[in-house]
């Protein structure tokens, strides 16, 4: 069964840091495509970040560019986000997402979804 499993969401105050992890079982993350995407109350899914599975190029939403991290560990069969310099609009539920086709970070690309894990800033 293929599954994605998102973990590490939770409170931070802003300008605070928080690392998000994303567990696949049932497929190995080495040949796909991985995205966080997040979505928050009243608006679009949208990307934050996304890794290729070629050659480990990343791609970052203007927003985050500077305070996000991507990064992958194939032998952990995982993927993170390190989240730096929290701001309130970065509340929302995140979400990780796995894409066969490697053709950067349209969500709609992405075939495997987990079931998102909720991040909320506040003092």
């Known amino acids: 069964q293929v599954q994605l499993v998102e973990s590490g969401g939770g409170l931070v105050q802003p300008g605070g840091s928080l690392r998000l992890s994303c567990a696949a079982s049932?497929?190995?993350?080495?040949?796909?495509?991985i995205g966080w995407f997040r979505q928050a109350p009243g608006k679009e899914r949208e990307g934050v970040s996304c890794i290729s599975s070629n050659d480990g190029s990343t791609y970052y939403a203007d927003s985050v560019k500077g305070r996000f991290t991507i990064s992958r560990d194939n032998a952990e069969n995982a993927v993170y986000l390190q989240m730096n310099s929290r701001k309130p609009e970065d509340a929302a539920v995140y979400f990780c997402a796995a894409s066969s086709h490697d053709g950067g970070c349209n969500q709609y690309g992405y075939e495997y979804w987990g079931q998102g894990t909720q991040v909320t800033v506040s003092s």
């Open positions: 049932g497929f190995t993350l080495d040949y796909y495509a």
